[in-house]
């Protein structure tokens, strides 16, 4: 059968993605072919194409999808076809059809829809480890989140409230901050026009935070730092403006015996118990009505250079996904 798919040969702006048809075999030894009814965008998207990450090219491109197993390969046990799948971190994904090792695909559970799994499977995964495992939320925190009304933010804001903690959201315009306080954030502040650490200083009384998630990177390092409270860490988990600076020992000394940690979601989830937890996780808060995830954006996969300017020039909120 033939597939259709998104490549690239060149990392660099949004037009470098090419879509190309080719034979799609029977899925080999460990492997599930599916049928995918909806892609999932991620900023992790935008590194592998701008070049933020090094690729190995040419390249597919995309890490999560949802859709239905069409044909299972050899050595694989628990999926069949028929079954209603959602994998994420898997390269490959803008394509309607693809084969995909079964070790890393996750049966969608009941009353969760494609569009619903597709959108929030890799950024509901990444706040489960970022609030559960990373830094260990408690009831009374005063945690700051980055980019709150993006794809991740709005997940967190909810997920760290029903964790009781008071969510301080950080993001841009009178419009974001009503919205962010809608999702779970106590506190809303707008990166363009207010002083972010006067801010915080002020919720905390001047103690500051004892964690930050900050997925900006390079604007943001310093302002980070300066929030947190003693013994507070530091967790970079993105870089929508470029990687934070290394990070000497002593400024943490200084800064008040700080932790740094730079996680990703591959480690996190790499183990097939952690993917199976982290999925469950997120299924439940969803199901539990604790988490709403909001489909902001929704276009064809024949509009993905759209798609990709519009994430990258922060004009989007909540989830992204493309249709096949
Ligand atoms: N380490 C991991 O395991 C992991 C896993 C998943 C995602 N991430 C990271 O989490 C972040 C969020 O991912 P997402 O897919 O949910 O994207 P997103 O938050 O929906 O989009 C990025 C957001 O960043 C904010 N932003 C702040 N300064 C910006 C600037 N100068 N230029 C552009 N945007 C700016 C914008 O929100 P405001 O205007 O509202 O501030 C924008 O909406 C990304 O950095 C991603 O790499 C990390």
Known sequence: MSATRVIIESQGDPDVMQFETVELGAPGEGEVQIRQSVVGLNYMDVYQRSGHYPMQLPSPLGLEAAGEIVAVGGGVDGLA??????????LGAYADFRNAPAARVIKIPDGISYDIAAASLMKGMTVEYLLERTYKVQPGDKVLFFAASGGVGQIAG??????????IGVTSGAENCARALELGYAHAIDRKSEDIVARVKEITGDAGVPVVYDSIGKATFETSIACLATYGMF??????TGEAPPVAPSLLQHCG??????PTLANYVGPRADLEHSSSRVFEMILGGQVQVNINQKRPLSEVIEAHAELEAGSTTGSTILIP
């Open 257 to 262: 015996s700080l932790y740094f940690t730079r």
């Open 158 to 167: 909810q997920w760290g409230k029903h964790l009781g903690a008071e969510m």
């Open 235 to 240: 967790v970079s988990f993105g870089a929508t």
């Open 81 to 90: 076809a028929g079954d209603r799948v959602v994998y994420g971190g898997v």
